[in-house]
């Protein structure tokens, strides 16, 4: 069983920063990174990295934040820049290595003034 934890949510005001981290306890991992969920919607890609060190990032955060990964330390990292009021969900570390796809419990984000 993969252990993840998850770090850096929390309250920001429109235009702040905030940094979330993820450390997982399983293998290498191929796939790393943070997914979302607001009220009412369904869950969303944030950014990923893989093992090579490509990055995805989803459409509405594309230009504000950068993630980084170090597959030796098996952590991800997720600087969030100009952060939003529409920003504002539950963020989710997900994970794949060579055991399986694994979810964090999550940590909130709230963006507000």
């Known amino acids: 069983q993969v252990h993840i934890v998850e770090s850096g949510g929390g309250l920001v005001q429109p235009g702040g920063s905030l940094r979330l981290s993820c450390v997982e306890s399983?293998?290498?991992?191929?796939?790393m990174g943070w997914y979302r969920r607001a009220p009412g919607k369904q869950r969303e890609l944030v950014a990923v990295?893989?093992?090579?060190?490509?990055?995805h990032y989803g459409d509405s955060v594309k230009g504000r934040h950068t993630i980084s990964g170090d597959n030796a330390q098996k952590r991800v990292d997720l600087q969030m820049n100009r952060l939003e009021p529409e920003d504002t969900a539950e963020y989710f570390c997900?994970?794949?290595?060579?055991?399986?796809?694994?979810w964090g419990r999550g940590t909130q984000v709230t963006v507000s003034s």
């Open positions: 399983g293998t290498i991992f191929y796939v």
């Open positions: 997900y994970v794949r290595d060579t055991s399986g796809a694994y």
């Open positions: 990295i893989t093992k090579g060190g490509d990055t």
